[in-house]
């Protein structure tokens, strides 16, 4: 089973500031690597696919990039309802999730 | 617009099973791989298992392999996911998510996803 890791498992952010995301592959996935967004009591969102690709209508201050092993979710000028908790996904050998970044506004 | 409209919430003893459903609408149900994802209260999400709506085939991950079943109805556009014996540790929301990409390919993003199901186990 490919086993995705997160890093950092938390981050406390002031609005406006600039947040990383890094997702790492137990094994090689390509770009095979997908980000959601998930608020309080409500269903994950998708916001990145394969890797770089934005989903429709998810603001551009999100972007992906990355492949093979190493993945980076960014969030330029972070806003108060970026509050949540981010997670990686691979579609690339099975399925698998990464245990997820909690995102706090300070 | 793509909906996807589960279930209730549901309460269950050890031992006994569940069956969540998941209606579909906005799209054509048999073009479009569904999945199951749940989430136990306060951590991450783990992969269940899919079902191809169109032919009926199905694959589950490995940890719920024997307990768990993914059939659908295509007349009523529903997928439905029962889990067996159920422990207290099955306690969790199930969601229903569908792939971004058509029939071709079981392994793409979810872009669609259900609001989930609460089920709770408990004696």
């Known amino acids: 089973e490919i086993v995705l890791t997160q890093s950092p498992d938390f981050q406390s952010v002031t609005p406006k500031e600039k947040v990383t995301i890094t997702c790492r592959a137990s094994q090689s996935i390509g770009s095979s690597l997908h980000w959601y967004q998930q608020k309080p009591d409500q269903s994950p969102k998708l916001l990145i696919k394969?890797?770089?690709q934005s989903f429709s209508g998810v603001p551009s201050r999100f972007s992906g990039s990355g492949s093979g092993t190493d993945f980076t979710l960014t969030i330029n000028s972070l806003e108060a309802e970026d509050a949540a908790t981010y997670y990686c996904h691979q579609s690339s050998r099975g399925f698998t999730f990464g245990p997820g970044t909690k995102v706090d506004i300070k | 617009q793509v909906q996807l409209v589960q279930s209730g919430a549901e309460v269950k003893k050890p031992g006994a099973s569940v069956k969540v459903s998941c209606k579909a609408s906005?799209?054509?149900?048999?073009?479009?791989?569904m999945h199951w994802v749940r989430q136990a209260p306060g951590q991450g999400l783990e992969w269940m298992g899919w079902?191809?709506?169109?032919?009926?085939?199905?694959n589950y991950a490995q940890k719920f392999q024997g307990r768990v079943t993914m059939t659908r109805d295509t007349s009523i556009s529903t997928a439905y996911m029962e889990l067996s014996r159920l422990r207290s540790d099955d306690t969790a929301v199930y969601y229903c998510?569908?792939?971004?990409?058509?029939?071709?390919?079981?392994?793409?993003?979810?872009?669609?996803w259900g609001q989930g199901t609460l089920v709770t186990v408990s004696s």
């Open positions: 394969y890797a770089s």
């Open positions: 079902i191809n709506p169109n032919s009926g085939g199905t």
């Open positions: 906005g799209y054509t149900f048999t073009g479009y791989y």
């Open positions: 998510a569908r792939v971004i990409v058509p029939i071709a390919a079981a392994g793409s993003p979810f872009d669609y």
